[in-house]
């Protein structure tokens, strides 16, 4: 039996086999559903470790503390003991191997975060002191008077 | 054959009985849906807690937020931003975040405009990060399986396996996703999954020297923010769309979205 319709039936029947094959090749083993389902979860499964193994760069003041006691415990002392040795002095990463030297960030710009004077009541910030950038000593850098491990003056 | 009266009754009965069955009765559990029954408890739900009364929108959590999970600095894109909401006595609103806030509000100029401080009604700070939905529409759109949930809540996206199509960060109705200009592929927050599944808390968390952000266990009934969810007055982004985000807020305003 001879038909016009059979010749684009094998192509398409050829194509599936080709497609068919060709998927264990192309997908990764470990792709499948995961925890949530096929509509949230499907995924390929070793990609949650590749994520669990991604760089840690910030490893917060409890890192810092066993070779800088000193600045630790004046830091921690005064009001600035919120805030974390990262914030100015950079990512630790696997300081003091790699970077063996952190960049701190001394500027101006760096204390204006929270001390220029913003007048939003309803938020914590107008109850932080601070000053009017443009008013106050605007050419000196914050650190030349204040110790930014102890910010009150003469401390 | 003669169908008697007796017939029709017994008949009758049975017919009420299976149309009074409940549907669930008869409904067939997969084994995913099984054994999330059955080990439901003692596991993990990470969420996050912002309280926008402490934020003083200094921008540190997104410069920890960039340094840590290799943002480009200097690219308008950020996985974790500020927002700054200013509604004025007139009723007018003003919403800005300059660069995603990563140098933090210093003057109390929006997009070059002056405020002046007798007109301000209210102002404050709303720190946004992505809500790990618990029906998250990017990934349902996803046409290639290159981004998901982990069982613990987390959506993360595959680098490898992701085509940069952009369906997601059109999907997404909190903006939280873009396309990520090194790897060009989609990014997004993660909640820093390589750290909080080491036992520490977010490049934001620690970051903040407010304690405007909180990361916790939603199925620890002992867990600080859980605690806070189930006892205080928290509300969440954009609830109408139906993703049952998982980002709560405390002293979230009606203008912010």
Same mark, same amino acid.
């Given at each position: #039996?001879?038909?016009?319709a059979?010749?684009?039936?094998?192509l398409?029947?050829?194509?599936?086999?080709?497609?068919?094959?060709?998927?264990p090749?192309?997908?990764?083993? /470990?792709? +499948?559903? +995961?925890?949530? +389902?096929?509509?949230?979860?499907?995924?390929?499964?070793?990609?949650?470790?590749e994520?669990?193994?991604?760089?840690?760069?910030?490893?917060?003041?409890?890192?810092?503390?066993?070779?800088?006691?000193?600045?630790?415990?004046?830091? #921690?002392?005064?009001k600035?003991?919120?805030?974390?040795?990262?914030?100015?002095?950079?990512?630790?990463?696997?300081?003091?191997?790699?970077?063996?030297?952190?960049?701190? /960030?001394?500027?101006?710009?760096?204390?204006?975060?929270?001390h220029?004077?913003?007048?939003?009541?309803?938020?914590?910030?107008s109850?932080?002191?601070?000053?009017?950038?443009?008013?106050?000593?605007? /050419? #000196?850098?914050?650190? #030349?008077?204040?110790?930014?491990?102890?910010?009150?003056? +003469?401390? | 054959?003669?169908?008697?009266?007796?017939?029709?009754?017994?008949?009758a009965?049975?017919?009420?009985?299976?149309?009074?069955l409940?549907a669930?009765?008869?409904?067939?559990?997969?084994p995913?849906?099984?054994?999330?029954?059955? =080990?439901?408890?003692?596991?993990?739900r990470?969420?996050f807690?912002?309280?926008?009364?402490?934020c003083?929108?200094?921008?540190?959590?997104? !410069?920890?937020?960039?340094?840590?999970?290799?943002?480009?600095?200097?690219?308008?894109?950020?996985r974790?931003?500020v927002?700054?909401?200013i509604?004025?006595?007139?009723?007018?609103?003003?919403?800005?975040?300059?660069?995603?806030?990563? =140098?933090?509000?210093?003057?109390?100029?929006?997009r070059? =405009?002056e405020?002046?401080?007798? =007109?301000?009604?209210?102002?404050?700070?709303?720190?946004?990060?992505?809500?790990q939905?618990?029906?998250?529409?990017?990934?349902?759109?996803?046409?290639?399986?290159?981004?998901?949930?982990?069982?613990?809540?987390v959506?993360?996206v595959?680098?490898?396996?992701?085509i940069?199509?952009?369906?997601?960060?059109?999907?997404?109705?909190?903006?939280?996703?873009?396309?990520?200009?090194?790897?060009?592929?989609?990014?997004?927050?993660?909640?820093?999954?390589?750290r909080?599944? !080491?036992?520490m808390?977010?490049?934001?968390?620690?970051?903040?020297?407010?304690?405007?952000?909180?990361?916790g266990?939603?199925?620890?009934?002992e867990?600080?923010?859980? !605690?806070?969810?189930?006892?205080?007055?928290?509300?969440?982004?954009?609830?109408?769309?139906?993703? !049952?985000?998982?980002?709560?807020?405390?002293?979230?305003?009606?203008?912010?979205?």
């Open positions: #039996m001879k038909s016009h059979w010749r684009p039936l094998w398409i029947l050829g194509l599936v086999g080709i497609i068919l094959l060709a998927r090749l192309v997908v990764p083993s /470990d792709f +499948g559903t +995961g925890e949530r +389902g096929f509509m949230y979860g499907y995924h390929r499964k070793s990609n949650e470790d994520w669990k193994a991604f760089k840690v760069k910030y490893r917060t003041k409890e890192y810092c503390k066993d070779c800088h006691q000193e600045n630790y415990e004046s830091s #921690m002392s005064s600035h003991n919120a805030i974390q040795c990262e914030n100015c002095h950079g990512p630790a990463v696997d300081h003091p191997e790699e970077p063996a030297k952190l960049v701190i /960030d001394k500027s101006r710009a760096q204390c204006l975060r929270c220029s004077y913003l007048p939003y009541e309803q938020s914590h910030r109850k932080i002191k601070g000053i009017d950038p443009k008013e106050h000593n605007p /050419d #000196m850098e914050c650190s #030349m008077c204040h110790n930014p491990h102890k910010p009150n003056l +003469g401390g | 054959m003669k169908f008697t009266r007796r017939d029709f009754l017994t008949t009965a049975k017919g009420a009985l299976i149309t009074a409940p669930g009765a008869i409904k067939f559990l997969g995913d849906e099984v054994r999330a029954d059955i =080990d439901s408890s003692g596991k993990v990470w969420a807690l912002v309280d926008t009364f402490k003083v929108g200094c921008g540190l959590c997104v !410069k920890a937020c960039k340094n840590e999970n290799e943002t480009p600095y200097g690219a308008p894109v950020t974790t931003w927002e700054r909401y509604i004025k006595k007139n009723g007018e609103m003003l919403a800005d975040t300059p660069l995603g806030a990563r =140098d933090g509000f210093t003057d109390n100029k929006v070059g =405009d405020v002046d401080p007798k =007109d301000i009604g209210k102002a404050f700070f709303v720190p946004k990060l992505c809500n939905c618990d029906s998250p529409p990017c990934v349902q759109v996803c046409p290639v399986g290159a981004t998901y949930q982990v069982g613990d809540g959506v993360l595959d680098r490898s396996w992701c940069g199509c952009g369906y997601c960060i059109m999907a997404c109705p909190y903006g939280v996703r873009f396309f990520h200009p090194v790897h060009k592929v989609a990014e997004k927050c993660n909640f820093c999954y390589h909080i599944t !080491k036992g808390q977010t490049a934001c968390v620690d970051a903040c020297p407010f304690g405007a952000r909180k990361i266990n939603l199925k620890d009934p867990d600080p923010v859980t !605690k806070i969810v189930l006892t205080e007055r928290v509300g969440v982004l954009k609830s109408e769309y139906g993703t !049952k985000p998982q980002v709560y807020y405390l002293g979230l305003d009606e203008n912010v979205r």
